[in-house]
């Protein structure tokens, strides 16, 4: 069993995506006063989308009965023509490769790379709970593995996002951080966010309410609370969209074999690049 996406010029878009949108999302000319959130699928997008969010508007959380998607909107879902009508500055989500990202050297560009063993697992789930579009809800992890090692899923192989990016990773206008390292340290991750930003936004974290309250509505356990804000479309009896938030879930779900062939799959594909020190991978058995 595998999950169905849409080949759109040879690009692998989710299923609901309009391939109009898509095309009009690549086509947006970057402005300098922007931000791009830049992640591959489940690498803690809406996470570092709430952040921002937060950080830019003083703190507040975002209230009940807005969208994450809306605010700081996906480029390639809902297309060049509305993100063009936000007024600026502007945060834009994409999960696009470097070359297919709209660019402005002075525009800022915040890439959240996750260990590729968590971003299968959290795929799966994803996956198996939008039954409306994927029709996968009864698809096993091993069905989705052979699926995820292949690059056959939406926005394609997880290395040639990652590896796209970290050429990049030393650019003046990227900063580039890790999901790990935020689970492990999200106020230093917080401030780093306002430190790329600008001194506005370090003078807003100067102020220990604002910076406590950003820890606090960005947290897993108050994310979790009301998720209607961060996404729509799953049915109770799946998984929930903020998930389990956790470092090393992998473990309980790969069999030997797979860790071998992704770890395998790793070396092979981060190999002479800084990609391949980002995390320690599974001893190989
Ligand atoms: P899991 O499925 O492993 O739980 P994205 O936003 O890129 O789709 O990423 C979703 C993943 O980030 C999910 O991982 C989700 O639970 C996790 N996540 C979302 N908000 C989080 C938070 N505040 N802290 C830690 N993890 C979070």
Same mark, same amino acid.
């Given at each position: 069993m595998k999950p169905n996406y849409t080949l759109h010029k040879d690009f692998r878009l989710p299923m609901g995506f309009p391939p109009e949108a898509f095309d009009s999302g690549l086509a947006y000319q970057a402005q300098a006063e922007d931000t791009f959130i830049v992640t591959y699928p489940k690498s803690g997008t809406t996470w570092t989308q709430h952040i921002i969010w937060m950080l830019h508007y003083?703190?507040? /959380?975002? /209230?009940?009965?807005?969208?994450?998607?809306? #605010?700081?909107?996906?480029?390639? #879902? %809902? @297309? @060049?023509?509305?993100?063009?009508?936000?007024?600026? /500055? $502007?945060?834009?989500?994409?999960?696009?490769?470097?070359?297919?990202? /709209?660019?402005?050297?002075?525009?800022?560009? %915040?890439?959240?790379? $996750?260990?590729?063993?968590?971003?299968?697992?959290?795929?799966?789930?994803?996956?198996?709970?939008? %039954?409306?579009?994927?029709?996968?809800? #009864?698809g096993t992890f091993d069905d989705f593995f052979e699926c995820f090692i292949t690059g056959e899923v939406d926005f394609g192989d997880y290395f040639d996002h990652l590896i796209s990016w970290i050429h990049h990773k030393n650019d003046e206008n990227v900063l580039f951080l890790t999901y790990e390292s935020m689970k492990n340290n999200p106020k230093a991750a917080i401030v780093s966010m306002a430190k790329f930003l600008g001194s506005n936004y370090v003078r807003k974290i100067e102020n220990m309410q604002i910076l406590e309250n950003i820890l606090e509505h960005t947290s897993f356990k108050r994310m979790s609370l009301d998720q209607s804000r961060w996404s729509s479309e799953r049915p109770s009896d799946m998984t929930p969209f903020i998930r389990k938030g956790e470092v090393g879930d992998w473990k309980s779900h790969f069999s030997v074999s797979q860790a071998q062939q992704l770890a395998q799959k790793f070396k092979t594909m981060t190999k002479n690049t800084e990609a391949a020190t980002l995390w320690e991978l599974p001893e190989l058995i």
């Open positions: 003083d703190g507040q /959380p975002l /209230p009940v009965g807005k969208n994450i998607n809306l #605010e700081v909107p996906h480029l390639e #879902e %809902i @297309g @060049g023509e509305f993100v063009n009508s936000l007024p600026k /500055p $502007r945060f834009i989500k994409t999960h696009l490769t470097y070359n297919l990202t /709209p660019y402005h050297p002075q525009a800022k560009y %915040i890439y959240v790379a $996750r260990n590729p063993f968590d971003c299968a697992v959290s795929l799966y789930y994803h996956t198996k709970g939008f %039954i409306k579009h994927y029709d996968f809800a #009864e």
